[in-house]
């Protein structure tokens, strides 16, 4: 357990649906990450919020819509997914400003759109 | 920007020892981190070394840098089943403070 977690575990979706991830952390950190992991390639930074306040876009395309009401809980609201957007969906924290900032993830969401 | 490569595929014999090797790019790296990821689970913490520093230990964990070349090891003594897993290897960029990760490095233990 590293005080991340997150729901859905797995999702399967159509291409017109509308879903939404949760990603609720327990450690008191400050900044929120969604991660984006798909096969055989790198880990992909995707949103990044401080004190709930968005401070990275990494070039998401506009189907992915992250909601940060709070220091403790996050969101990824999906909709007209594509299928290459199938992946694992990790959440992590990680207490904001200077220090070696470790990074804390959840267990990820299995996402498979058809 | 940053690049950090690792190689993808690692077996070893339980009891022997592991390395597993990371290079990166980005010299204004100021802290560079292990991570493991089981199987259906998200990114463990292993453990991380401050730039400024050559080597670090945690029990059965040796972290060795070399800032020269730009090369992250991690040793994993007496490597068990248990430690069959993804080894991601990130370094936090001194510009924009991301994160970067390597494509992982599968270590496969047999027993």
């Known amino acids: 357990e590293t005080g991340v977690t997150q729901t859905p575990r797995h999702l399967v979706m159509g291409m017109t649906n509308k879903k939404s991830l949760k990603c609720e952390q327990h450690l008191g950190h400050n900044a929120m990450y969604w991660y984006k992991q798909s096969a055989k390639k790198p880990l992909e930074l995707m949103f990044v919020?401080?004190?709930?306040?968005?401070?990275e876009n990494n070039s998401v395309p506009s189907r992915f819509s992250p909601e940060c009401p709070n220091s403790s809980h996050l969101f990824l609201h999906l909709h007209t997914l594509q299928p290459e957007d199938s992946a694992l969906y990790l959440c992590?924290?990680?207490?904001?400003?200077?220090?070696?900032?470790?990074?804390?993830f959840g267990p990820g969401t299995r996402l498979t759109v058809l | 920007g940053e690049d950090v490569e690792q190689s993808l595929f690692l077996s070893v014999r339980e009891g022997d020892s592991s390395v597993i090797n990371c290079t990166y790019t980005d010299s204004s790296s100021t802290y560079l981190y292990w991570y493991k990821q089981e199987p259906g689970a998200g990114l463990q913490l292993l453990t991380y070394i401050f730039s400024n520093m050559d080597m670090k230990q945690d029990q059965r964990l040796t972290v060795l840098l070399n800032k020269k070349d730009k090369h992250l090891s991690l040793r994993i003594a007496d490597t068990q089943t248990g430690d069959s897993a993804i080894y991601f290897c990130?370094?936090?960029?001194?510009?924009?403070?991301?994160?970067?990760f390597g494509q992982g490095t599968t270590l496969q233990v047999k027993p």
């Open positions: 992590a924290s990680s207490p904001a400003g200077g220090g070696a900032n470790e990074q804390f």
């Open positions: 919020y401080n004190f709930k306040e968005q401070t």
């Open positions: 990130a370094g936090r960029s001194g510009n924009t403070g991301k994160l970067i």
